[in-house]
């Protein structure tokens, strides 16, 4: 291969310029041997490499090279801790470039709408600020390797239903404040080689050929500078893509639409100057590629093991302990459940993994406590069995469970109900095993459910079962590290990065999702995730951010402060108060009383995972960017602070707060232009004019209760000739205003 350095678009020829636009086949680009441009791979991704070396297809049907399954996103985020993610993007990233993988497609960060999209397990958080640091942690991880991350799927991708078509109908507050400030910090802080641009539509704009969203925002507003690659078969016009700014198409149109390129220069219809500036960013792309240092293999199979280990320790949440947890290591145990045998530790579809093993929670338990009696107690196939067959798993697993001291029930959703493509239709756990867990609660109700989900299930028996562990895809460590969790080798820090609601119809989108005919309509706002439930005081059966540990912690008082470059600092001492090692993940929520536009009552704006010995004390520093506190502006169209005294509350989940504190906060100044379509209450307020309007209003009607300006206070000025002032007065006011 030749370095293509210093090679620029005007070296090729227009033919060639378009041929680096789009792929050479499933995941590779073109190469350009004249000129010595290499061809590159771009394969997925997320939480593990997915190389194909034979068959090839974008939905995990062909196999791939053995790679580290590492937790998915679902798990991952659980860790709220962006330098855990950083540690695994540099193992993505190092796998990566034994393999010569050019950018890894991933992290996923779409914002989780609604708990039915079957991709969840694949997306980090229901809020934004989780989504984007720990995508940010990820992306920093993989680029620090020379490899190339892909940002994915931007955006507004938050359903598998009519994926490739459907319209995202969302309101610019909520677009910008949930769906895209992810996007925004992990650009900003990560600068990921590339951005993968969604399938859907976004008001009616394919995504990936919409210009305000892929040059406006991405470009020009968070100074993007890498390439823009099409979702596998996201494409839809391709001269209206490049030109709206999506550089690469991916996979290969078989030189369809590069001939359309060619042709629309041609004709005039395209500026070859467009085309240009794409391909100079690709072969800047190329360049980067080579730039890669040498790497050696082989992999080291057991240090990237024992890290999806550790990460997949750290994902588990402990939702509920009565103290069943942790397990002594002689308990006299059963294990039911097909997931503790046949674990369920990723998806379905572009992000399965080949893993290079694979943990069964059954397996690790017994290498702790012994040959542990077990029973499948249900079955888990798609096609499902007869009943009577479901009748005798069912009792066959209750007749050990009645033998044992504590049972460890092992649920889940099975994989043929969530996946990459469709959606879930529920989010109830499969009858037979909710039959069974009455069943054998019956008989023995030292139960403690060990639950493999990708997205949330209900959990209607909670209050039935003295401990329920959320094991999420675990990625194929998970088994021991439920194994590590359960007798205490790990002490549980997971926490929810999403509710978990007691219903499905609680939840945001319930009744707007999935949409029809081509629309779905983000009918809920703002009012994703927690911010819904707790605007309308909903119960829940966990809030977000709600993890147990085997140790205590006790806050003692925030304080806040401003620092010269706006930012908020929190500081509040935490100790652990136990008798055990322990991992508190302290979180800070804020609200604005009094503000001006909708909020939800709080918001998550920073967090920090913390590590306390027995009764140790940490001064735990949190820090909110003061770009987080702003709101999208529909007026002016871009992020305002408001001024204000913020409630910052600090705590250990978003219901579980322990500590307030209030800041005052010096905002931005909002300038709406005067005119007579101002309202009077509006130039009431106007620096230059507002003291001489009231004065004229109340020389003529008098001072005190001013009935009149209340009901007139809507009104625009200039809308009553004569009434309540002569209208040449106004209009002077208004130019005066206007004036400054
Ligand atoms: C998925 C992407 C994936 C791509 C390549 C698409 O169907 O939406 O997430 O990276 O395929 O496999």
Not at 530 to 536: F, G
Not at 551 to 579: I, K
């Amino acid at each position: 291969m030749t370095e293509p350095n210093g090679l620029r678009a005007a070296d090729l020829t227009l033919e060639e310029k378009a041929a680096l636009t789009s792929g050479a086949d499933f995941w590779t680009t073109k190469a350009i041997d004249r000129v010595g441009v290499p061809s590159i791979m771009l394969t997925d991704g997320p939480h593990g490499l997915r190389k194909q070396a034979t068959g090839n297809d974008h939905l995990g049907l062909a196999g791939s090279v053995p790679a580290t399954c590492f937790p998915p996103a679902v798990g991952l985020s659980a860790t709220f801790d962006p330098e855990l993610a950083e540690r695994v993007g540099v193992a993505l990233g190092v796998e990566s470039a034994i393999e010569d993988v050019a950018v890894i497609l991933g992290p996923g960060i779409n914002i989780k709408r609604s708990p039915l999209c079957g991709r969840n397990f694949e997306y980090m958080s229901e809020d934004p600020i989780v989504s984007g640091a720990m995508g940010a942690g990820l992306v920093k991880g993989i680029q620090s390797q020379g490899v190339g991350s892909s940002l994915k799927h931007f955006a507004a991708n938050n359903q598998e239903t009519d994926r490739l078509r459907v319209s995202s109908d969302v309101d610019p507050r909520p677009l910008r404040e949930i769906y895209l400030r992810g996007f925004e910090r992990v650009v900003k802080d990560a600068q990921p080689w590339t951005v993968m641009c969604a399938y859907n539509r976004i008001n009616g704009v394919y995504a990936s050929e919409d210009p305000w969203l892929l040059t406006q925002v991405l470009r020009e507003e968070w100074g993007f500078d890498g390439i823009v690659v099409s979702d596998w078969g996201a494409v839809n016009d391709r001269v209206a893509g490049l030109v709206a700014g999506m550089d690469l198409e991916m996979p290969s149109s078989g030189g369809r639409t590069d001939a359309e390129l060619v042709a629309a220069v041609r004709d005039g219809r395209l500026d070859e100057r467009d085309l240009d500036v794409v391909a100079d960013r690709l072969l800047e792309l190329a360049r980067k590629a080579q730039a890669r240092p040498a790497t050696t293999g082989p992999l080291d199979v057991d240090a990237h093991h024992a890290l999806a280990r550790e990460v997949a320790g750290r994902a588990i949440v402990l939702l509920k302990n009565e103290g069943t947890l942790p397990l002594p290591r002689n308990a006299r145990l059963a294990v039911i459940g097909e997931f503790a045998r046949t674990p369920r530790f990723q998806g379905t579809g572009s992000s399965q993994i080949n893993p290079t093993r694979v943990d069964s929670a059954l397996d690790a338990i017994r290498a702790v406590a012994g040959d542990v009696p077990f029973a499948a107690g249900f079955d888990i196939t798609p096609e499902g069995v007869p009943e009577p067959e479901t009748a005798r798993l069912r009792d066959e697993a209750v007749a050990v469970a009645r033998d044992a001291g504590t049972v460890l029930l092992f649920l889940g959703v099975p994989s043929h109900e969530e996946s990459e493509g469709y959606d879930r239709e529920h989010i109830d756990l499969p009858a037979a095993q909710l039959d069974l867990l009455d069943a054998i609660v019956e008989v023995n109700p030292d139960v403690v459910v060990v639950l493999s989900n990708g997205g949330i299930v209900a959990l209607p028996f909670a209050r039935k079962v003295p401990a329920i562990v959320e094991a999420w895809l675990l990625g194929q460590a998970g088994g021991s590290a439920t194994a590590d969790v359960l007798f205490g080798e790990v002490n549980p820090s997971g926490r929810l990065a999403e509710t978990i609601p007691l219903r499905l119809e609680d939840t945001p989108a319930y009744g707007s999702f999935p949409g029809e005919h081509g629309h779905v309509r983000y009918g809920e706002g703002l009012l994703v995730g927690y911010r819904w439930y707790d605007e309308k005081q909903l119960a829940v059966r966990y809030p977000f951010g709600h993890g147990l540990s085997y140790t205590t912690f006790a806050y003692g008082e925030a304080v806040a402060a401003v620092r010269e470059d706006g930012d908020v600092v929190v500081v509040v001492p935490v100790t652990n108060t136990g008798r055990v090692a322990g991992r508190e993940v302290v979180q800070a929520y804020t609200s604005l009383p009094g503000s001006d536009v909708q909020r939800p009552p709080h918001e998550l704006k920073a967090f920090a995972s913390v590590q306390l010995a027995p009764g140790e004390t940490a001064s735990v520093t949190l820090r909110i960017r003061r770009s987080e506190l702003a709101y999208w502006d529909i007026r002016v169209d871009r992020w305002i602070v408001e001024s204000g005294a913020y409630v910052i509350d600090v705590g250990s989940s978003s219901r579980d707060l322990r500590t307030s504190t209030t800041v005052v906060v010096d905002g931005d100044e909002v300038v709406l232009p005067a005119s007579l379509n101002s309202s009077f209450d509006e130039l009431l307020l106007d620096p230059v004019v507002g003291s001489d309007l009231r004065a004229m209003i109340e020389e003529r009607y008098g001072t005190g209760e001013n009935q009149l300006l209340k009901m007139l206070g809507n009104f625009p000025v200039g809308r009553l000739d004569g009434f309540p002032l002569p209208r040449a007065d106004l209009v002077e006011l208004v130019e005066r205003a206007q004036r400054g």
